[in-house]
């Protein structure tokens, strides 16, 4: 159990384009999603977190009409970055955690690589 | 504040050797969750241990085993006969018991398991 899944896995894109990943708990109900992103060897970076139903709580710094996230259901979470640039262009990984016991633990997605040309 | 050091950059050994890596951590909070993920060169974070602040008790899996000592404020992670498909960025992470459950990762640390 506690699979995550992300899609797409990669992107290409051109510079001013709108680009959405979408996060899915595929075995498990997610009251709660997280978005991070992360830069060549370097550590994860928090970008926001996302309950159902409700608005998305960003981390000082990340703007939030850049980076739109909606989490319409249990399972699904999406993340549009909107008018991509290339210095957009990172690895963007998503987690999730049980809506039940052991909400503490995130299981993590397998990443969407990002390339704004 | 909340924080996680992981004070080694990259270790490199050879493979059947014992590694250990290091993670420090600070935090304010009675009640606590420490965390190891394994990053290998897919991306894709695999979740491999949950201990909260309560639970000292050492813990095996395998080749692996964790040591957890709140009075020196480590978890720190062995590697027993190492092998290259070890070869990955470990992270360790802490948590607080607010509703969001949001983790501190350290800044990694890449093993390098040579044949």
């Known amino acids: 159990g506690a699979v995550v899944s992300q899609h797409p896995s990669w992107v290409i894109c051109k510079s001013g384009t709108s680009v959405k990943i979408e996060c899915r708990s595929l075995?498990?109900?997610?009251?709660?999603m997280f978005w991070y992103r992360q830069f060549p060897k370097q550590s994860l970076m928090l970008m926001a977190t996302?309950?159902?139903?409700?608005?998305?709580?960003?981390e000082q710094g990340v703007e939030k009409d850049k980076f739109l996230i909606n989490h319409a259901s249990l399972t699904l979470s999406t993340l549009t970055v909107t008018s991509a640039h290339p210095e957009d262009s990172s690895f963007y990984i998503c987690?999730?955690?049980?809506?039940?016991?052991?909400?503490?633990?995130?299981?993590f997605g397998p990443g969407t690589r990002l390339l704004v040309l | 504040a909340q924080k996680v050091t992981q004070a080694q950059t990259e270790i490199s050994v050879v493979e059947k050797e014992d590694v250990t890596l290091d993670c420090v951590y600070e935090t304010r909070d009675t009640t606590y969750y420490l965390f190891w993920y394994k990053q290998p060169p897919s991306g894709e974070l695999v979740f491999l241990i949950r201990?909260?602040?309560?639970?000292?008790q050492n813990e095996i899996s395998g080749r692996y085993s964790w040591n957890f000592q709140k009075s020196t404020s480590s978890f720190n992670f062995t590697i027993t006969a190492s092998q290259v498909v070890d070869s990955a960025v470990y992270f360790c992470?802490?948590?607080?018991?607010?509703?969001?459950?949001?983790?501190?990762f350290g800044s990694g640390t890449r093993l390098l398991v040579r044949p």
């Open positions: 201990r909260n602040s309560f639970d000292e």
């Open positions: 075995d498990f109900q997610a009251t709660t």
């Open positions: 987690s999730a955690t049980h809506s039940g016991r052991g909400r503490e633990t995130q299981y």
């Open positions: 996302s309950n159902e139903g409700s608005k998305a709580t960003y």
């Open positions: 992470a802490l948590s607080g018991t607010d509703s969001s459950y949001k983790l501190i």
